[in-house]
């Protein structure tokens, strides 16, 4: 697949295992290991938009009540504490 003009090239250095298990998760979905970071890129910042979305239609809909927004408020503060042990393992692996 040629890519287009408009694509912009990134460098990424990636640890042996990550890139295994990459490559693994291509393999089975039958993709470059390209559109395979390309589409968990593409499905991490869809996914944000889609709470997003949700967060505004609650906040607008009294239907849900506040029970509804503390649940959402609840999945997005696992999510990010979540995200923040990633970080802090990568940080941990890189020596920081």
Known sequence: M???TSDTWFKLRLSPSLRKRLEDEAAQHGITLTAEILARLESTLSGA????????RLTSDEEFGNRALWKHFSDLYDEIERLKSEVEAVKERLGH
């Open 2 to 4: 040629s890519e287009s």
């Open 49 to 56: 938009d889609k709470r997003i979305d949700d967060l505004e």
